[in-house]
């Protein structure tokens, strides 16, 4: 099982051995019947400790992302906390990116805090200034790549390098790529995290996280620790991401073909004062993006000129266009097959209000759906005017 969509559609998917139902069962129980006090059928014992539907869907995202040991838990968020849980302790820190997403900063700068965990961010784009963020205590270090929401690209396998070299581990959320574009372990990542809730799912129908990872020490923390917190999915959210990814390889290439398009129609329109998108030859991590990813994906952010006569302010006409489109609806989330689109400092990225992480105002982010492009670029250029 070599290919990546051979692997989407058969990996921890073999028919089910009772029925032969070629499609992996929605176990929809809490508890599993035992022969004999100890005597499980296959390991099952409770539903929080382990499900079959779930480790079907762990199971593939595993052997998409090239790693031994899959998890996937109830959000992106939950998979995060549970990954800090196991990695770090009192007194450790931690990099993060400066633009991360403001879900995770929220985690980090307001629960983890209260812990004794400290973090700096820093540009991780820019290896001379994460090595001088590092510390004697950096155990661990976040990174996203491409960043939401202005698609800053880090070098993955340098990152690595200068993990391994300050004993911290790299961490990499890979959620803006899908392992289809991106496979950090592969780069020298120790874990990648996912909200699956974004393209591996892909149909905006279904909340879920994952970390993958081949670290042991991690992966029995992990196991220990999802089972002591809880934060699983349930059956039928698993199913629904397992369905998501079965697609995930033609959904990307048309996410990526359509985002091609909107950027083109973006870079040359008087309204638009930059775009950010790494597939752009004037990106500063273009090249680095074209080394570690497949293709440039679905997410487009770009900056909005004020009013030509003056009437309007960039952030105050950010915000009319975010409310003109008609077929990009205006929602917080990304990587369905729908477009969508968004103000990142009212809405996604608020929490980074005053903040070292905070977003232009006049910044807009698209998700890029698998709608036809000519009625996605109709629709933006109308939004525009
Ligand atoms: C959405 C998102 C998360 C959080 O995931 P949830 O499923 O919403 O909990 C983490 N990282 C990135 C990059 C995201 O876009």
Redesign the pocket.
Known sequence: MNGFSTRAIHAGQAPDPTTGSVIVPIHATSTFAQDGVGGTRGGYEYSRSGNPTRDALAECLAALEGGRHGFVFG???SA?DTLLRVALKPGDHLLIPHDA?G??FRLVDKVLSNWGIDYTPADLGNLDAVRAALRPSTRMIWS?SPT?PLLGIADIAALAEVARDAHARLVV?N??ASPYLQTPLGLGADVVLH?T??YCGGHSDV???ALVTSDEELAEGLTFTQNSVGAVPGPFDSWLTLRGLKTLAVRMERHSDNAERVVAALVSHPKVSKVFYPGLPEHPGHEVAAKQMRRFGGMVSFLVRGDSDGAADPAAEALRVCAATRLFTLAE??GGVESLIEHPGRMTHASTEGSALQVPSDLVRLSVGIEDADDLVEDLLEALG
Request: aromatic share 10%.
């Open positions: 959000s992106g968020m995060t997403y879900g995770t996203e939401n959320d959620t803006f909200s809730t974004k909340v879920g996280g989330s990304l």
